[in-house]
T-cell receptor
Framework: QQQVKQSPQSLIVQKGGISIINCAYE??????FPWYQQFPGKGPALLIA?????SEKKEGRFTISFNKSAKQFSLHIMDSQPGDSATYFC?????????????FGKGTHLIIQP | AAGVIQSPRHLIKEKRETATLKCYPI?????VYWYQQGPGQDPQFLIS???????DKGSIPDRFSAQQFSDYHSELNMSSLELGDSALYFC???????????FGPGTRLTVL
């Protein structure tokens, strides 16, 4: 049972467009939601993260929108560039005693066409 | 900026052999996490350590064990290797146990 459901599985966007990736969760105990970018053969790189007390967070071209009542959050990549082509993972964790493991979504393979 | 260091980067083992993966966290980071990522899969959390004590535990097989040492580096020990253990193994570190996790480049383990 996938605790964090991510969609779409793959996405093609034209250069300069907006890429939107969505995630949904069931466990209301989740209280930390990061997004990671991963290139083939490389480790995931943290892009941006949000906690449930805010509805939106923006860093450069990347924005997280968070809807606590719907238990959904999404990543928006503005002015998408070919260099953004990668796999994107949403994740979530529950704050217990600290050093809490992340639960990842299945990933979205994003292709930005020039 | 300094990043997480993992060694070796590639490792080939036979079935039933043992393997040891090492992780050196970012300087001043005291928390380490281990993840396993199969081909085309999402990373799966295995185990974490804070101040040399096991903190959280995920889907780590009983054949695997790990520890964190006084210099905060960590080692993942894998015994009785199976074909299904072939995967990328990532270590991540964080500046104390409530901060963001930063991943290393991974160790690619191939079990033949």
């Amino acid at each position: 049972q996938q605790q964090v459901k991510q969609s779409p599985q793959s996405l093609i966007v034209q250069k300069g467009g907006i890429s939107i990736i969505n995630c949904a969760y069931e466990n209301t105990a989740f209280d930390y939601f990061p997004w990671y970018q991963q290139f083939p053969g490389k480790g995931p790189a943290l892009l941006i993260a949000i906690r449930p007390d805010v509805s939106e967070k923006k860093e450069g071209r990347f924005t997280i929108s968070f809807n606590k009542s719907a238990k959904q959050f999404s990543l928006h990549i503005m002015d998408s560039q070919p260099g953004d082509s990668a796999t994107y993972f949403c994740a979530a964790s529950i704050r217990r005693g600290g050093a809490d493991g992340l639960t990842f979504g299945k990933g979205t393979h994003l292709i930005i066409q020039p | 900026a300094a990043g997480v260091i993992q060694s070796p980067r590639h490792l080939i083992k036979e079935k039933r052999e043992t393997a040891t993966l090492k992780c050196y966290p970012i300087p001043r980071h005291d928390t380490v996490y281990w993840y396993q990522q199969g081909p085309g899969q999402d990373p799966q959390f295995l185990i974490s350590f804070y101040e040399k004590m096991q903190s959280d535990k995920g889907s780590i097989p009983d054949r695997f064990s790990a520890q964190q040492f006084s210099d905060y580096h960590s080692e993942l020990n894998m015994s009785s290797l199976e074909l299904g253990d072939s995967a990328l193994y990532f270590c991540a570190s964080s500046l104390d146990r409530f901060n963001e996790q930063f991943f290393g480049p991974g160790t690619r383990l191939t079990v033949l």
